[in-house]
């Protein structure tokens, strides 16, 4: 049947993603983005971070840092992902993880939540003292000195570690490199619940489409 051109059928307003899906203004605006903090227990074995890396590139969630280690069972590590997301977003990361087969639970950690990242810097060398300074004010320790460089090491929440780095920057960063979040709920409170979920997927681990 004949219908209108190309160039005269009605196409939806809006900002489109990169796949070329249309983006709710009204349900981008009700959300500001806010940072949040996730712990997966997965199962340790090969191949799980690249699922996870995958699925948050697939849905372009925004990650500031993603870790992973092991934990008391070795069979299974803990990923902290850290992630600046409004609330649906948020909640969609937290949907689409549970539904991934090596993944045993994910939970969002409180604010108070013990959350600590490692920096190490290196700094040109001319004024060791006021290095050394800087870096006894943020509790860090001195890995290497030199004659043109002195490299440290700082540990701490994420306004200590920016507030370090901008300290630093009056001597000259030569190189940085930051690990991303590792997190632990406080007191008795589970991290992570032991018992895995229900999983929505095929045994390929692919995440089911959204309802």
Known sequence: MPGPGPHERERPEGRRNEQ????????????????????????????????????FSRRQFNIESLTVGTTVDETRARMTIVIEEPEPGVEQAKKQLNKLIPVVSVRELDADALQRELVIVKVNGEDPDKVHAITEMYDGTTLDAGPRTITVEITGNVQKIDDAIDAYKQFGIREIVRTGYAALARGERQTAEVEPEVKLTADSGVPADDD
């Open 20 to 55: 070329g899906i249309r983006i709710d203004p009204e349900a981008e605006a009700a959300h500001e983005p806010r940072r949040a903090v996730l712990s997966a227990l997965v199962e340790h074995e090969p191949g799980v971070l690249a699922k996870v890396s995958s699925l």
